[in-house]
């Protein structure tokens, strides 16, 4: 049989909050896009031939800057339940094998004296 696969959930849930921590960044750039947009008058009259698209590149940047923040809590959020998932398939497994465990140290009912004393832990 293959050597299988070990999955270090403690890696997956920093993994996330590094993620989640990481939004910071992009809603602080954006907070400085807009900062960055001057008025009109701050062009003069030939800027002002130049100023639309200015305004126009702002946005586009300050769009990409909250999907980029968007897409880092998917992210964080993804890795999360994927350490959610991994730690309930643990504990799932944990509580089969140790029903399997049961059985096989249990005696067998075919196995049960119904004479004589009573067998331990019964």
Known sequence: MGGGHEVVVKALRAYSGRLNGDIAV???V??????SDVG???WGVVGIFVKGKYTEMLGDLNDLLTEMAN???AASEKFSG???AYDGHE???KQLLGQVLKLLTD????RTPTMGPAPKGS
């Open 26 to 28: 992009p809603k602080e």
């Open 30 to 35: 954006s907070g400085l896009v807009g900062s």
């Open 40 to 42: 009109d008058k701050s």
């Open 71 to 73: 897409g880092l809590q």
């Open 82 to 84: 994927a350490a959610n």
């Open 91 to 93: 504990e799932d497994s």
């Open 107 to 110: 005696p067998a009912p075919s």
